[in-house]
């Protein structure tokens, strides 16, 4: 089952550190901080950036999180690429 949480205009840039600082924002909100599973997105770089952000957010906090290993590449992006 999905459900959409929350849904941010990013006005400013879309850096990856700016991106983790909305997922961050929502995971508060809502109490999710330490029960991410795996982050799903394409290849954009400013993706590995958030996700180095959100694992540096993590790490502050004690929480367990691999931006190496919890980050699931979206397969129909990987196909188009491919």
Not at 20 to 49: F, H, P, Q
Not at 56 to 61: H, I
Request: aromatic content about 6%; overall charge negative.
């Amino acid at each position: 089952e999905e459900l959409l949480i929350d849904f941010h205009e990013i006005i400013s840039e879309h850096s990856g550190a700016n991106l983790a600082e909305a997922v961050w924002n929502t995971l508060e909100l809502y109490g999710l901080k330490n029960r991410i599973m795996a982050v799903v997105c394409d290849n954009a770089s400013n993706n590995d950036t958030l996700l180095q952000t959100l694992g540096e957010k993590c790490a502050n906090e004690g929480i367990d999180f691999s931006d190496k290993h919890l980050r699931i590449h979206c397969l129909p992006h990987i196909v188009h690429f491919a």
